[in-house]
């Protein structure tokens, strides 16, 4: 089997491009030393987190000379995410630290005031036409970044390089380049999927880097082939729908591990014998809902495993299959927290969520112990201390990691200032005609509900670090009656970090409502998908018909 080398200096999730790798009929070796740079024909640089950490992490090791020597050599080279940024000299994220220089300019931060930041989803790769490692105008690939690199016309094909570029609000920046033997993209292909393992392929086998060479591609615009015109001619903004596909996962009583679904977060029949409901395995669903199209899928772990040694957790053996046939972004959530182990041993939120970036997840999602952080961020007078597992976790693998799951469930107020709650005018009145309500943050799987409401929660999170918000909604939940557009406005307005609606999913119409009525950034379904109502593949064709942007479907 042919062999790439991967450098492994980083923390994140390596095992999915190891897995893209396989699957592509390649074999990995890795590089764990400079000394061992030498060795290796064809080269992979991964990168997730923050800028500074990567490269001083490579600087401290010896790493960037050896990395240098290889591309000076004419062997190919490609840098993933970070390991594109790693290219420029530096970047505003971490102003003290230099970049590899291979490319002049230095990254910049995505502007917040219209969009929400980090830049998460699927974007376009667009390269006016150019041949470039098989990037295609019509696919759309994996993005998670909060720095980019502007694109400015010219400024970079002068250097020799070509571009491909993706739009964001109103900020074109740099998606992927490359030139000679050296490739980069901004974007992760290992989590894009049929047009992510497009390009590996085509770097693997050197296509790619041939193509380059190629006349334009038929359809592009002749004016792109002068050199200072030679990326993108779209710049309409290019990040698509993102519809995500839940499965929340549970021990049954007989054992075995089933996707369940609950009512109101009550995943038990109605039936007298009152058994947990069994939607199927959830390995196979997971790879279904990634072959239907979903662009991300999420694992709820909603039994705690107490009788279970954490390395043992059922749910890293989930991810560990489900990573080797599932590329797109794989979300974990459930008993994330610091943990005593069976033995007696404390193990940290830190080392459960390593453990689980380690078996193929790409983000760790909190719930409770969320609540509980910021519960203390309020009474020590928003100060942080760094020691909360949010924190933690987004220092050493980045905020585009954690997702923090949120329980709310409404209570209703018949005024304004019966509560010192951060309230909603409602369309729904509650059972005495209220007009008025405020949702309480619940943790336990919403057995317990807070004095806290979700508006404090959301932006206590976001000054921790997270990345992103789940917004359930226990009232919604396993409803089918659509998702509870009061509460998604309510907190889309809280904070800048992008929002996942969550609950209450019926029909293909809900996901248009949700993303037409409100600013959220994602929509997640789960029960309509399991009983098989509706396809991920029929919610997308519907938002498409109705002209929203999805990703195409590539099978
Ligand atoms: O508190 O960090 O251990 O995390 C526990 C996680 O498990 C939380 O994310 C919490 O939301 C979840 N959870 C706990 N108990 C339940 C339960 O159902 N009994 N599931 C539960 C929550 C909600 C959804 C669901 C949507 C969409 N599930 O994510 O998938 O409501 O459903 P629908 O489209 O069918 O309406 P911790």
Request: with cysteine; proline share 7%.
């Given at each position: 089997m042919p062999t790439v080398h991967l450098l492994d200096y980083v923390a994140g999730n390596i095992r999915s491009l190891v897995n893209a790798i396989e699957k592509l009929g390649y074999q990995v070796d890795w590089i764990?030393?400079?000394?061992?740079?030498?060795?290796?024909e064809k080269l992979i640089l991964p990168g997730v987190g923050h800028f500074g950490h990567c490269l001083s992490q490579l600087a401290h090791a010896n790493y960037l000379a050896a990395i240098n020597k290889h591309i000076e050599a004419g062997k190919p080279f490609m840098g993933i995410c970070v390991g594109l940024q790693?290219?420029?000299?530096?970047s505003l994220e971490d102003p003290g630290v230099a970049g590899l220089?291979?490319?002049k300019g230095s990254l910049g931060r995505f502007d917040d005031t219209a969009k929400s930041v980090p830049h998460i989803g699927w974007n376009s790769a667009n390269t006016a036409g150019h041949p470039m490692?098989?990037?295609?105008?019509?696919s759309k690939y994996y993005y998670v970044h909060t720095y980019k690199f502007p694109y400015l016309k010219g400024e970079l094909e002068a250097q020799g390089w070509t571009v491909a570029t993706g739009t964001y609000g109103s900020e074109t920046f740099v998606g992927a380049v490359a030139r000679g033997n050296v490739y980069a993209t901004q974007f992760h292909p290992e989590k894009s999927g049929v047009a992510g393992l497009r390009t590996i392929r085509a770097f693997l086998t050197g296509e790619g880097a041939a193509s380059?060479?190629?006349?334009?591609?038929?359809?592009?615009?002749?004016?792109?082939?002068?050199s200072a015109d030679t990326a993108a001619t779209s710049f309409a903004d290019g990040l698509t729908r993102r519809v995500i596909a839940c499965l929340d996962v549970r021990a049954n009583d007989q054992g075995d591990l089933v996707v369940t679904k609950g009512d109101q977060y009550d995943v038990?029949?109605?039936?007298?014998?009152?058994s947990v409901r069994n939607l199927g395995k959830p390995v196979e669903l997971a790879r279904r809902y990634y072959e239907d199209g979903a662009d991300e899928v999420t694992f709820l772990n909603?039994?705690?495993?107490?009788?279970?040694?954490v390395a043992d957790l059922p749910m890293l053996e989930v991810l560990r299959q489900t990573s080797r046939t599932v590329f797109v972004p794989l979300t974990i959530g459930g008993g994330i927290r610091d943990t005593v182990d069976t033995d007696g041993s404390k193990v940290s939120a830190l080392e459960i969520a390593t453990m689980y970036f380690k078996s193929g997840a790409d983000k760790v999602s909190i719930g409770s112990d969320a609540v509980i952080a910021a519960e203390e961020y309020y009474s020590l007078g928003?100060?942080?201390?760094?020691?909360t597992a949010i924190e933690q976790i987004s220092r050493a693998?980045?905020?585009?990691?954690v997702v923090v799951s949120v329980d709310p469930k409404r209570v209703y107020v018949p005024?304004?200032?019966?509560?010192r709650h951060n309230v909603v005018a409602t369309r729904f009145p509650g059972?005495?005609?209220?007009p008025y309500c405020w949702y309480a943050c619940t943790i336990k799987g919403g057995r317990e509900t807070r004095d806290m409401d979700v508006v404090e929660l959301a932006q206590a999170v976001e000054a921790m670090g997270a990345g992103e918000l789940l917004l359930n909604c226990i009232d919604k939940d396993?409803?089918?009656?659509?998702?509870d557009l009061e509460l998604i406005a309510q907190v889309k307005a809280a904070v800048k970090i992008p929002v996942i609606a969550s609950s209450g999913?019926?029909?293909p119409a809900h996901f248009e409502d949700v993303f037409q009525q409100t600013t959220t950034d994602a929509a997640l379904g789960a029960g309509m998908f399991h009983r098989g109502e509706y396809t991920v593949k029929q919610v997308k064709d519907y938002l498409k018909e109705k002209g929203l942007l999805v990703r195409p479907f590539e099978g």
């Open positions: 764990r030393s400079p000394e061992d740079v030498p060795k290796a790693a290219l420029f000299e530096g220089g291979i490319i490692y098989d990037l295609r105008p019509d380059l060479t190629r006349p334009l591609m038929d359809g592009a615009s002749s004016s792109a082939s002068s038990r029949e109605k039936s007298d014998d009152r909603i039994t705690s495993f107490r009788d279970c040694p928003r100060k942080l201390f760094g020691n693998y980045g905020n585009q990691a005024k304004l200032d019966a509560t059972p005495k005609g209220e396993g409803s089918n009656s659509g998702f999913a019926g029909i």
